[in-house]
């Protein structure tokens, strides 16, 4: 159990490239002979990526979210004109 804590930790060190340069290189090595440790490398790498889209969809809804209330609302009629005449050609 511990082993694959040091190993997922050193996978994020690398992907996240907070390895010093020597401990880089030996990663670096350590992929190119152990086939399973690059496949886990990949799958991470992917994890990662899945995470930070899911955290984009998650802002874009609660921008979308703040629009709606600010630009439909009734109560915020007063700022939707302010914002609305920034944008007015004179």
């Known amino acids: 159990m511990r082993t694959s804590l040091i190993e997922t ?4 060190a690398h992907l996240l490239q907070l390895s010093g340069g020597g ?10 002979i152990d086939a399973e ?4 490398v990949l799958w991470q790498q992917k994890t990662y990526q899945m995470v930070k889209l899911y955290g984009r969809d998650q802002l874009r809804q609660e921008i979308e979210s703040a629009h709606q209330k600010l630009f439909k609302d009734e109560q915020h009629q007063s700022f939707r ?5 920034l944008f007015i050609k004179k």
């Open 37 to 40: 440790l690059t496949e886990k």
């Open 23 to 32: 401990d880089a290189l030996v990663f670096e090595a350590k992929m190119l």
């Open 81 to 85: 004109q302010k914002i609305m005449r």
């Open 9 to 12: 930790e050193q996978i994020e």
